[in-house]
């Protein structure tokens, strides 16, 4: 049933693709119930198979299904679908967030000039995500990465006719690349070592240890490299704010459930075989970029430019996560994102569609509908969107009774454990309790703003108005999401070794040379919890309160604050300079050294080598083709019929036809004959 079911949700947005692309426009509503019925229809089946699973409880529940695609006798690719219990729950956070994703864009997008198109597109992302999910095989899973980052620039460049969303798909499409050349390095280097593509050979090869040493750590770093390019890892980073130009309900789907869900999804998938020092490198890179982006996002003024980086952030806390062992957290963390990052966006969304109408009212196209400098006072105009938002915006700021506080209390529970146990590398938890403090700080500076205060457009404030119930229903199922409860139930305790959650997405073959078990992280983990627990719930509302302070009670001035922190500011609201320095020391070096190698091909190689060559085999033929014509054809062969004519010309004199000179030349023949015969 579930190899079915899988199936039939891989294929479904599939087929809603091949029929919207051709026939879209030709069908009532532009085809869009065609997508709207695949995505409910994979959903329902993601539900049963999730609750199939939720009343099973086999923690050791494996379905795999595969066949031969290509068979050359030594060298043999076969390709397949798992379903086991992380691939369920992976399947339902997808077609969940697809689903919001359809409906809310109805209305969002209504009246695009490309309406069907861009449903099409809505069906060929969910089905490559899908096929991530369900593959069980790296080159299959490679296949799949690759058509996600298709999908992903045909939406992202929606709006190709504006420039910034057309560089902005082609820098999303190309900085991925990037990575996935070191994911193909990787899986060529696992490939020849054990000479299998799927994960279950490739567990049982590291376990036997067919790979290792530094080969099995490049292998390991070479897979991430994937995940640092789809989860935007600095330095990789740069592509997902600017795919901020792409549809909004677009950006809560790829930030939620789709794309950059991929990275972390492999990092989960690959754990088994990443050595100490390969964990090393991702939980630094993790690490890292946690904070990084949210010292980017406390200056942004954009609202979704702020989500963005908050996405960035979230991802680099799931990765920090793998690195320092506590993988579990990293997917449950996910799981949680997905819900109260997607409503975000939806709310986002919302926000904006309310500003475009009110600016449209007022015939003003020069304001930004976007900056949140151009809004305030909307929460009594927008109380459905106001209150969804401040449900995951609790969340993401990890306060209890919130989902957040769950999953990223169990993150930080782990990175301390790490640093307990290895305090040399006492940055990671600095890391994560740094990042979570100025993610409540910028998360409510973004509410305090959008919501609460006076409207900085008072002439706007009566034209905003809450979105259509199309658009709130998203809303308002995951701000409901992003409670604890849902998190709980049916037998969960997170930080227990034994709960219903860890045991359910920890594979089995985790215990292999060089990886601590799962026991033993779990144990470690729930040694540091209440630690953890305090110290995060003391950064979140201090991050909170600080935020209060400068934006609604404004004893504390951010204006003055950054003036007097210039430099810094500065440089957190101009992303540290990236794109810039970028574009300096590596695309602009880049193209210089291109043209030169152009100009050597052309004009040295080409000119001289190529055409040289050619004018001299050019020559080289009028020469053979004189001494052919002029020598061979016009001296030998010609000459030999000249003379053949010559003496056929001779003998024709000779040959009259009559008797009397026949026997005249016989007379004088016989009589010189004669004479010879004499002397």
């Known amino acids: 049933m579930f190899i079915d079911y899988s199936l039939y949700i891989l294929f479904l947005p599939l087929l809603a693709f091949v029929i919207q692309i051709f026939f879209g426009k030709k069908l009532p509503r532009q085809g869009d119930w065609v997508s709207i019925l695949a995505i409910v229809s994979s959903l329902v089946l993601a539900v049963i198979m999730f609750a199939s699973m939720i009343s099973g409880y086999d923690p050791n529940f494996k379905q ?29 956070v997808v077609t969940l967030i697809s689903t919001c994703t359809h409906l809310f864009s109805t209305e969002y997008l209504k009246g695009d000039i490309r309406y069907s198109r861009y449903f099409a597109y809505l069906g060929l992302f969910t089905f490559s995500m899908n096929g991530i999910v369900l593959a069980n095989n790296l080159i299959s899973m490679y296949m799949f990465w690759e058509l996600v980052g298709v999908s992903s620039y045909l939406l992202i ?41 799927a994960f279950g050979d490739i567990f049982n090869g590291v376990a036997s240890e067919m790979i290792t040493g530094t080969t099995l750590t490049l292998a390991g770093v070479g897979l991430f490299m994937g995940a640092m390019g789809k989860s935007s890892q600095f330095p990789l980073h740069i592509w997902l ?3 901020m130009e792409g549809p909004t309900p677009v950006s809560a789907l790829m ?56 996405t960035v952030s979230q991802l680099g806390y799931m990765i920090l996560a793998v690195g320092t062992g506590v993988y579990t957290a990293a997917f449950f963390h996910l799981l949680t994102h997905a819900m109260f990052k997607a409503n975000l966006f939806y709310g986002s969304g919302s926000v904006i569609h309310s500003m475009h109408h009110a600016l449209h009212e007022k015939h003003d196209h020069d304001t930004d509908p976007q900056d949140m400098m151009n809004m305030g006072g909307f929460r009594k105009k927008m ?80 034209d905003i108005h809450e979105s259509p119930k199309i ?44 990886n601590p078990s799962a026991d033993y992280i779990s144990k470690g983990a729930h040694h540091a919890h209440h630690l953890a627990m305090y110290l995060s719930i003391a950064v979140a509302f201090i991050g909170i309160f600080l935020s209060w302070t400068f934006y609604i009670k404004k004893s504390l001035s951010a204006e003055a604050w950054s003036k007097r922190l210039r430099l810094l500011y500065r440089w957190s609201q101009n992303k540290y300079y990236f794109d810039e320095n970028y574009n300096k020391y590596l695309y602009q070096p880049t ?24 004018r001299l085999t050019n020559l080289a033929s009028r020469v053979a083709g004189k001494f ?31 008797l009397q000179n026949y026997v005249l030349y016989v007379t004088c023949g016989l009589i010189i004959l004669m004479i010879i015969q004499t002397f």
């Open 64 to 92: 795999e299904a595969s066949f031969t695609w290509i068979d050359m006798g030594e060298f043999k690719i076969r390709l397949g679908f798992l379903v086991d219990n992380l691939t369920i729950i992976m399947l339902l």
């Open 157 to 197: 460049g929606h709006w190709f006719e504006k420039k910034s969303a057309a560089d902005a798909s082609k820098k999303a499409f190309l900085t991925n690349r990037v990575g996935d050349i070191g994911f193909f390095i990787g899986i060529m280097l696992i490939y020849n070592a054990i000479g299998s593509f």
């Open 241 to 243: 704010p600017d795919a």
């Open 255 to 310: 930030h939620a459930a789709t794309m950059v869900a991929a990275g972390v999804y492999l990092a989960v998938r690959i754990f088994p075989i990443l050595t100490p020092d390969a964990l090393l490198v991702v939980a630094y890179v993790g690490g890292f970029t946690a904070l990084f982006a949210a010292s980017i996002a406390i200056t942004q003024r954009d609202i979704k430019k702020v989500l963005a980086y908050s």
């Open 383 to 462: 109380p459905i969107t106001h209150w969804s938002m401040f449900l995951s915006t609790l969340a993401i700021a990890g306060v209890p009774f919130f989902s957040g506080f769950l999953s990223k209390d169990a993150i930080l529970a782990g990175t301390l454990s790490f640093a307990q146990h290895h305090p040399q590398h006492f940055l990671l938890p600095v890391f994560g309790f740094g990042a979570a403090l100025i993610t409540a700080f910028y998360m409510f500076r973004m509410m305090f703003l959008t919501f609460y205060g006076k409207s900085q457009m008072p002439e706007l404030i009566d």
């Open 471 to 514: 658009m709130t229903g998203p809303l308002v199922l995951l701000g409901g999401l992003s409670f604890f409860i849902w998190y709980t139930l049916p037998y969960f305790n997170f930080m227990s070794s034994h709960g219903w959650f860890t045991d359910l997405v920890v594979p089995k073959d985790s215990s292999v040379p060089g």
């Open 591 to 614: 193209l210089r050294l291109a043209k030169k190698v152009a100009w050597v091909d052309w004009e040295l190689y080409d000119k001289y080598f190529i055409n040289g060559f050619g």
């Open 628 to 658: 052919d014509y002029d020598g061979i054809d016009q001296v030998l062969v010609d000459g030999t019929a000249k003379i053949a004519n010559f003496l056929g010309s001779l003998l024709k004199t000779v040959q009259t036809g009559k």
